[in-house]
């Protein structure tokens, strides 16, 4: 399907723990972005990338890395899980001053 | 600190009636404006965009009005309903920022049948 998928869609992990988010985009795309959606502060801009090996941060990066071998794949890293990142994690990309948005992933930190 | 407010975390309306969602902003770079509909457990989708050299754009029930002297814009849905019910966000957009959006933190509208 086109489009942009996200991988896993929940997730449950232990604190202390690394998770990685997959995020995959079939239209080559060069901007991709990550953000996390939490109650009261909408979506916040945690990484993005301006094309492959180009990565900048965000509002709030701390706690996570990112890479882009391929313009097609950005994955999102959680070195050390910790409970404040317990939230939903949307990866998109932008095509003409429009983004598009994967279905997201429920990221639970025990 | 937000740059892009949504101040109603929600919204009620009748079927058929107009709702009517605002979002005001504080940076006057911003020169491009989205508002995005989000469904549970989807990501948000793409409804209308504005940019800052016009006051209003409409698109079929759904119109965006910019006041740019207020910093300020908003949604109208005419006549609203029960599918309209969702999460909606205001995003903005600045020139030579790497095609960051700065997100509002969302208005949950409900269309009651």
Sequence with gaps: DAGITQSPRYKITETGR????????????????????????GLRLIYYSAAADITDKGEVPDGY????????NFPLTLESAT?????????????????YFGPGTRLTVT | ??????????????????????????????????WYKKYPAEGPTF???????????EDGRFTVFLNKSAKHLSLHIVPSQPGDS??????????????????GTGTSLTVIP
């Design chain 1, 18 to 41: 690394q998770v990685t988010l997959m995020c995959h985009q079939t239209w080559s795309h060069s901007y991709m972005f990550w953000y996390r959606q939490d109650l009261g502060h």
């Design chain 1, 65 to 72: 890395v990112v890479s882009r071998s391929k313009t097609e």
């Design chain 1, 83 to 99: 409970r404040s990142q317990t939230s939903v994690y949307f990866c998109a990309s932008t095509y003409s001053y429009e983004q």
């Design chain 2, 1 to 34: 600190d937000q740059q892009v407010k949504q101040n109603s975390p929600s919204l009620s309306v009748q079927e058929g009636r107009i709702s009517i969602l605002n979002c005001d902003y504080t940076n006057s770079m911003f020169d491009y404006f989205l």
């Design chain 2, 47 to 57: 409804l209308i965009s504005i940019s800052s050299i016009k006051d209003k754009n």
């Design chain 2, 86 to 103: 969702a999460v909606y966000f205001c995003a903005a957009s600045a020139p030579n920022t790497g095609n960051q959006f700065y997100f």
